[in-house]
């Protein structure tokens, strides 16, 4: 079953409560009372449409409204996939940092296990880390310069430093996968780790990359099939712009 605008969000996160972190994306916290989806998007001036499509996507995995995310606003799109890059950098991956420099304290695990984990976890790390870099520092400042130009707010000067350093065909090229290594990450743990003397952190530590991955695999694909088509769509209007 979708979500509505006329659920209550109080029954949104009863029937799923992993879409919270995605609301709190929209600048959307608790504490919503007896209110509506449509109600609570309209007080934050969240697009609702975008709202009920996005959440949907992660609500129900086959659910992909292509034609109607493909309508959304560049600024919309990046301000939300931004507030995702900070979920990521700023909570979920020193969230599980956290647990793995507990694990590196504690005496359930042989030291050389301890290392091949944290060795392997800093890696990732810094690999998602430029990841971000790349797409906050080039990708989205092209897009929303873009939007700004075609909507008259910037100069063709103030656009042309954009165009010299980026087009949306060399990121599509290179978006790198971020979700293979952590799918090595939780295997190592799962099939090659000798048994600790306590599973209870690892099997935690395991629960936040499964969800890390999910939330990761979400992401790319709407970069991938919503802001690469929306930007090649701006890139033409450009070329056919006198
Ligand atoms: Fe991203
Ligand atoms: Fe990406």
Not at 51 to 73: A, C, E, G, M, V
Not at 121 to 137: P, V
């Amino acid at each position: 079953m979708l979500i509505n605008k006329d659920m209550k969000m109080v029954e949104v996160i009863h029937m799923n409560h992993h879409l919270l972190h995605v609301i709190n994306r929209f600048g959307i916290q608790l504490g919503f009372g007896e209110k509506s989806v449509e109600v609570v998007c309209k007080e934050h001036q969240v697009d609702l449409n975008f709202f009920l499509d996005l959440i949907n996507t992660y609500h129900n995995r086959s659910y992909f409204p292509l034609q109607n995310l493909l309508k959304i606003k560049a600024n919309m799109l990046v301000d939300y996939l931004h507030k995702t890059h900070q979920y990521y950098l700023e909570f979920k991956v020193p969230e599980i940092e956290s647990y793995i420099d507990r694990l590196l304290s504690d005496n359930v695990l042989e030291e050389e296990s301890k290392q091949l984990l944290s060795d392997f976890f800093q890696q990732y790390k810094a690999e998602l880390t430029q990841h971000i870099q790349i797409e906050e520092t080039m990708v989205y400042p092209y897009a929303i310069a873009l939007e700004k130009y075609l909507k008259q707010k910037i100069s063709k000067e103030e656009l042309t430093g954009y165009l010299k350093k980026y087009s949306i065909a060399e990121y599509e090229e290179e978006h790198g996968d971020i979700e293979e290594k952590l799918f090595d990450l939780k295997n190592i743990i799962i099939k090659y780790l000798p048994a600790p003397r306590d599973s209870r952190l690892l099997n935690v530590i395991l629960h936040d990359l499964f969800e890390l991955e999910l939330d990761l695999n979400n992401h790319c694909h709407i970069e991938n099939m919503i802001l690469v088509p929306i930007v090649e769509e701006m890139e033409k209007a450009l070329s056919e712009t006198p």
